[in-house]
Nanobody, 121 residues
Framework: QVQLVESGGGLVQPGGSLRLSCAAS????????RAWYRQRPGNQRELVAD???????NYADSVKGRFTISRDNAKSTVYLQMNSLKPEDTAVYYC???????????????WGQGTQVTVSS
């Protein structure tokens, strides 16, 4: 059984930082890319950042230069370092396991439970 468990969310002031973690367990060799999505209130879930099995990364324009995705394959864990946070970054953040093909990330139906990030003074 595949499980993705996120942690690290919370309340932070504008300009602050948070680091999210997503630990994977179970057999997901068929989905070796990872991504972070977020769902802001009243919005659809959107792709924030993804990382291939070899460590190549891609980011949404809204977070470029502020967020960094990384992975530790030995620990089956992916991270999202979020700096210079803005109120519009407030959302539930979800970890996903998927595939990276031809420069595009394709999610598969492996999701974590989500972790709330609130940016507010």
């Amino acid at each position: 059984q595949v499980q993705l468990v996120e942690s690290g969310g919370g309340l932070v002031q504008p300009g602050g930082s948070l680091r999210l973690s997503c630990a994977a367990s179970g057999n997901i060799f068929s989905a070796n890319a990872r991504a972070w999505y977020r769902q802001r209130p009243g919005n659809q879930r959107e792709l924030v950042a993804d990382i291939t099995s070899s460590g190549n990364t891609n980011y949404a324009d809204s977070v470029k230069g502020r967020f960094t995705i990384s992975r530790d394959n030995a620990k089956s864990t992916v991270y999202l370092q979020m700096n210079s946070l803005k109120p519009e970054d407030t959302a539930v953040y979800y970890c996903n396991a998927g595939l990276h093909i031809g420069g595009t990330y394709y999610s598969r139906n492996y999701w974590g439970q989500g972790t709330q990030v609130t940016v507010s003074s």
